[in-house]
């Protein structure tokens, strides 16, 4: 007597795994749809840390050259274009100079103004840098609404984003 093994799949097991599949899917597609938009606010949010971290750094970098609170050009380590300085912090014109990149993103004639950048991405998903308006006066950070980065809570700016962005 020959013995013969199966090989393969039986059309009914086929079919239940495609079943479990269906099942799987129609679970988890309504999750991930909603998340284009939290990968945008996600990214706003990181340019702005990304702007503040800069801005102190620069002004790390004037303190220790004794820099006054007058406008004063400074070529900082690693970056070809200088940067202008106000109240010892970068001014809006020249502070995308200080950052590392801000891909994604394109900037306004001004400088300071940072809009997400993509296919489906509203004009007023942005984040913007305010230069230092006094001495002894760190710049500020501000999102769609007015709303600025340290003044407003973190779920304040996100519901806003959620809408703008």
């Known amino acids: ?29 309504p999750r991930f749809i909603g998340m284009e938009t939290e990968a945008r606010i996600s990214s706003v949010r990181n340019l702005a840390g990304s702007l503040r971290s800069a801005a102190a750094m620069a002004h790390g970098v004037c303190m220790a050259q004794n820099c006054p609170n007058a406008s004063t050009v400074i070529t900082l380590v690693g970056i070809a274009t200088p940067v202008t300085f106000v109240n010892q912090y970068p001014n809006n014109l020249t502070m995308q100079q200080a950052l590392e ?65």
């Open 1 to 29: 007597m020959i013995k013969t093994s199966q090989r393969g799949f039986t059309l009914i097991e086929l079919v239940v795994v495609i079943v479990i599949l269906g099942i799987l899917a129609a679970f988890a597609v």
């Open 101 to 165: 990149n801000a891909n994604g993103f394109t900037v306004n004639a001004a400088g300071n103004q940072f809009t997400k950048t993509g296919a489906k991405v509203p004009a007023n998903c942005w984040v913007q840098y305010n230069q230092a308006a006094a001495a002894n006066a760190a710049p500020t950070i501000t999102f769609p609404g007015g709303l600025t980065l340290g003044v407003a809570t973190d779920a304040q700016i996100d519901a806003q984003l959620r809408t703008a962005c």
